[in-house]
Every structure is written in structure tokens, then in C-alpha cells.
């Protein structure tokens, strides 16, 4: 039963272009997201976060999205760099009963120059 | 400021050995989650404990694996009679507090000959 979904499993971009990364997620008691990059042979780094009771947050070149009704988040980078190639994950966690990540199964990024 | 220290980074054992996974998480947190990550998969939770107490283990299979975080000492992630099937990443996390971010180590592959 996968609670989390990423159905686009790689993706490519141009340098200096937007990269859009979607996940949805199916658990309504999911009330904080988050995205992590990871790199090969590497534990994921947190990259940004947001809680179910704002539609945006931005930190720098990330932006993440969440759209509660459709059960949909997404991360979008401007302008891509070629540093950005990497695997994203999408995360939940239902603050109220459990501390647990569930993931998603990740995107893999290739920005291009 | 150290992040999470995993070792050994890789670990290698044959069918029937024992695998004994370590981790130390961030200076300051007494929060730890284990994860694990199969080929091409996300990575899925397993158990998330804090000093010297086991506060969530739906994820661990029923046999064979334990976790502990002693009140002094690394936690430690045990998987007796290791199979084929066990060799995977395992990644550690840690946090400040229950649901704040999680900072995930390097990881440890293992390999079951």
C-alpha cells in the first residue's frame, strides 16, 4: 500500500530552466510534508518542508506547494542548476500519532547543460 | 558540529551471520529512526526510538531484528541469521524532538552472500 506516490520516476531539465517534482499521497491524516535530495551512496539531505495548514513555503531557489484538497504537493526549483541532479523524495508524517517518515519512491533529477 | 556518524558504511556477511548496524545521531538529539532502502525503492521506515526506550516498531519484521539506543552508546540495529533478502541500505535519522525534521546519516549497505 504505497501512501506516498512520486509517479515520475526520473526527469530531465535544462540548466536555468524550472524543475517540477510531484507527489501525491493518499493518507488524509498526513499533516506535514517534507522533500529530501539524495545523492549516491549518500544519506538524504532535507531540502524543505511544509505543513498542512499553508499551501506554500519558499526557501530560496525551492518553492514546495500543496494542494490538501487534491492531496498533491510539489516541488519546484528556479533556476535548475547542474548540482541539482540528484534523487528526490517526498515525504509525510501525521504529527499527531507518529514521528515516522512514509516515502515516496523517489524522482530522479538530471539537469542538463 | 558532526552530523549522524552510521558504521560501518559497508558491511558484508554470509547467509546465517549476524549484522550489527551502528548509529550516533546529532549532537543534542535523543530521537532515532531506522530506515531501510531496497534496490529502486524508497525507503521505508522500521523503528524509531528514543534513550533506552523502543517507541514505535511497526515496521521491523517480526523476526530476527532488533534495535536499541542505550542511555550511553550508539544505537545499535541487529538482524540475526541474516538472509539474501536483508541485504539493503539501512539509514539512521535522528531529531531534536519527536516531529521536528529529520538528519539522516550516510547509511550502511549491506551485502548477504
Known amino acids: 500500500d504505497q501512501q506516498v506516490k512520486q509517479n515520475s520516476p526520473s526527469l530531465s531539465v535544462q540548466e536555468g530552466r524550472i524543475s517540477i517534482l510531484n507527489c501525491d499521497y493518499t493518507n488524509s491524516m498526513f499533516d506535514y510534508f517534507l522533500w529530501y535530495k539524495k545523492y549516491p551512496a549518500e544519506g538524504p539531505t532535507f531540502l524543505i518542508s511544509i505543513s498542512s495548514i499553508k499551501d506554500k513555503n519558499e526557501d530560496g531557489r525551492f518553492t514546495v506547494f500543496l494542494n490538501k484538497s487534491a492531496k498533491h504537493l510539489s516541488l519546484h526549483i528556479v533556476p535548475s542548476q547542474p548540482g541539482d541532479s540528484a534523487v528526490y523524495f517526498c515525504?509525510?508524517?501525521?504529527?499527531?500519532?507518529?514521528?515516522?517518515?512514509?516515502f515516496g519512491t523517489g524522482t530522479r533529477l538530471q539537469v542538463t547543460l | 558540529n558532526a552530523g549522524v556518524m552510521q558504521n560501518p558504511r559497508h558491511l558484508v556477511r554470509r547467509r546465517g551471520q549476524e549484522a550489527r548496524l551502528r548509529c550516533s545521531p546529532m549532537?543534542?538529539?535523543?530521537?532515532v529512526y531506522w530506515y531501510r532502502q531496497l534496490p529502486e525503492e524508497g525507503l521505508k521506515f522500521m523503528v524509531y526510538?528514543?534513550?533506552?526506550?523502543?517507541?514505535?516498531e511497526s515496521g521491523m519484521p517480526k523476526e530476527r531484528f532488533s534495535a536499541e539506543f542505550p542511555k550511553e552508546g550508539p544505537s545499535i540495529l541487529r538482524i540475526q541469521q541474516v538472509v539474501r533478502g536483508d541485504s539493503a541500505a539501512y539509514f539512521c535519522?535522528?531529531?531534536?524532538?519527536?516531529?521536528?525534521?529529520?538528519?539522516f546519516g550516510p547509511g550502511t549497505r549491506l551485502t548477504v552472500l
Open positions: 526510538l528514543q534513550k533506552e526506550n523502543i517507541i514505535d
Open positions: 515525504a509525510a508524517t501525521d504529527t499527531g500519532t507518529a514521528s515516522k517518515l512514509t
Open positions: 535519522a535522528s531529531s531534536l524532538m519527536a516531529n521536528n525534521e529529520q538528519f
Open positions: 549532537k543534542g538529539h535523543s530521537h
